[in-house]
Structures are given as structure tokens and as C-alpha cells.
């Protein structure tokens, strides 16, 4: 019973998570707001709702283990898998903007999230935790990216995208029933995940990081995947990386400093060296992206071989 209710969590994520960006991305280009913007917030926030709503969850139900485990190997999926598939599918062009400001915060923030992870090792303690006061630091660096891309938003809001013709958009009415009965799926979804996930894995002998990792991360990865792939087919790269980016921004300060100011969250060793992947797989992202500011085919394969790389590891070393 346990996998037919983990399957119709994940489809409750995914169909919860299109509604959602539909809707939200519909209100978003109504407002004139650029497609790059739209992938860093509105598209970014939704996407990375299954995970925050699973951390959640699973920081309530006494799993954090999960937490951890699904926010890196989330972030690990969305550069690897997400990038790696829409590049293959059609390549991306990189604004500059990207290469120079928002790929550089997605690096701070995996380096952030190491040094917090790091109490042992820096503070001498005997188990690193994540602790409630780290949680509202990590919602500060959070804020802070807030500030920035509505700055952004602010300046280039006049005429950098087209304006929907009212005669063939979604109404308003439509597309906020969508965005809100997108968040309603994407809570009861992420319900029956991480509580069926837990089971299942802990029934196989799985660790919780090794949840988080594999079957969390990708199930809760998959709204990224969809999303890229469309907005890559329809011409907007750009989104596609926003999207990219945007998510595991998220997935840091917002998934991780909201579970842990709900409880705190314990970071087991193994960890670590997941973390360290995520931090230089974004260094190669970046590198990727100054290379002509276009991920082509072949950085696309790259990026795939190096996950299903880290996966047979993580595998063979739980």
C-alpha cells in the first residue's frame, strides 16, 4: 500500500507543481515581468515547493534526516539531470547577468550551508546540527536574495517581455485558482512522500540521507525537469536556467532555514561529501556557462554522466 500512496504522492507533487507555475508564470507575464525573473522567483518558488513542503513535513514527523539529504540532492539533481536534459534536448543560452550574479549565489549559498552543517569540525561540538538560530540566518541570506532580484525587477520591468493579448490570456480568476489549487496538491502530495518514502526505505534498510538523495530528491526534482524542458522548447532558455538556479537558491535558504527554524536538523557525516558535489558541480555549472554563455549538447552529456556517476556511489556506499 505504502508504494501505490508514494506514487499518488508524487503524482499529486508534479500535477500540483504545473498548475501552480502555470498559473503564477500566466500572473507573472501579465505583470510585464521578464522571463528570466519569472524562472528565478514565481517559477523558482513553485518548482521548489514539493521540497520545501517535504522538509517540512519531515521536520515535524521527527524525520530530518530526510531534510538534508533532499535539499542536496536536490540541487545535485537540478544542475546534473535538470541542465543535463533540457542542454541535450536544446541548448541553452546564458545572459550574462546570470553568469556574473545569480550562478555566484547559488555558490554562496551551497558554501553557506557547508559551513553551517560544519559544527564539529569548526566549533569542536560533537554532532553537527542546524539549529534554529542557523535557520533564521539562512532566511536573512534568503531575504537578501529577495531584495536583489525585485531590485532587478524594479529596473528592467519595462518592456522585457511581451504583454499578453487579454483576449486569448488566462483570466485572472483561472490562474489564481490554479496557483492556489496547485499549492493545495503540492502539500497533500508531499504528505504521503515523505511519510510513504520513510517507510519503504527504512523497511529496506535504507539510511534517511539516502532517502532524501535518491527517491525524494528526484521525485521532488521532477516539477524542475517538466518546467525546463517546456520553457527550453519554447524558446526561453533563460527561464529554464532561472529556473535552474532560482530552485536550489531556494532549496537552501528557503527549504532549509524553514525546516530548521521548525526543528532542528541534524546533519549526519556522509552528508558532506554529498555537499561538496553540489558545491562543485555549481562551480562547473558557472564554467559551463562562460563558455560562449551557452550550455551546449556535449556539456549536457557531461552533466548526466556525472550523475548517474554519483548515484552508483551513493548506492553502493549506503
Known amino acids: 500500500m505504502e508504494y501505490v500512496l508514494l506514487i499518488v504522492g508524487f503524482v499529486l507533487l508534479i500535477k500540483g507543481a504545473d498548475y501552480f507555475v ?109 539549529g534554529r538560530g542557523d535557520g533564521l540566518i539562512i532566511l536573512l541570506f534568503l531575504a537578501v536574495f529577495l531584495y536583489y532580484v525585485f531590485e532587478m525587477a524594479r529596473k528592467n520591468r519595462a518592456g522585457s517581455v511581451e504583454a499578453v493579448d487579454s483576449d486569448t490570456g488566462e483570466s485572472w480568476l483561472k490562474n489564481i485558482l490554479f496557483t492556489l489549487g496547485g499549492l493545495v496538491a503540492i502539500i497533500f502530495g508531499g ?28 521525485g521532488t526534482s521532477l516539477p524542475e525537469i517538466m518546467t525546463s524542458i517546456t520553457a527550453a522548447l519554447k524558446g526561453k532558455g533563460d527561464m529554464a536556467i532561472g529556473n535552474v538556479v532560482g530552485s536550489n537558491i531556494f532549496n537552501i535558504f528557503f527549504v532549509t532555514g524553514a525546516a530548521s527554524t521548525v526543528a532542528p536538523i541534524a546533519a549526519e557525516s556522509k552528508l558532506f561529501f554529498d555537499g561538496w558535489v553540489m558545491v562543485g558541480l555549481t562551480v562547473l555549472l558557472l564554467i559551463f556557462s562562460r563558455t560562449s554563455f551557452k550550455i551546449g549538447r556535449r556539456e549536457g552529456a557531461v552533466l548526466l554522466a556525472a550523475y548517474v556517476a554519483y548515484l552508483v556511489y551513493i548506492i553502493i556506499r549506503n
Do not use: Y
Open 22 to 130: 502555470e498559473g503564477a508564470s500566466n500572473i507573472a507575464v501579465k505583470l510585464n515581468v521578464s522571463p528570466l525573473l519569472v524562472g528565478l522567483t514565481i517559477v523558482a518558488m513553485g518548482t521548489s515547493s514539493p521540497e520545501a513542503t517535504v522538509a517540512i513535513l519531515a521536520a515535524l514527523e521527527g524525520s530530518p534526516g530526510v531534510v538534508l539529504g533532499n535539499v542536496i540532492g536536490s540541487n545535485i539533481v537540478n544542475i546534473t539531470v535538470v541542465v543535463g536534459l533540457t542542454a541535450l534536448i536544446a541548448p541553452l543560452t546564458v545572459q550574462s547577468e546570470t553568469v556574473r550574479k545569480e550562478i555566484p549565489f547559488a555558490l554562496l549559498a551551497a558554501l553557506v550551508l557547508m559551513t553551517l552543517m560544519a559544527d564539529v569540525a569548526l566549533q569542536g561540538l560533537e554532532q553537527n546540527i542546524i
Open 191 to 218: 504528505e504521503l512522500v515523505v511519510s510513504n518514502a520513510t517507510e519503504i526505505a527504512l523497511t529496506l534498510g535504507m539510511s534517511e540521507a539516502l532517502v532524501g538523495l535518491t527517491i525524494v530528491a528526484i
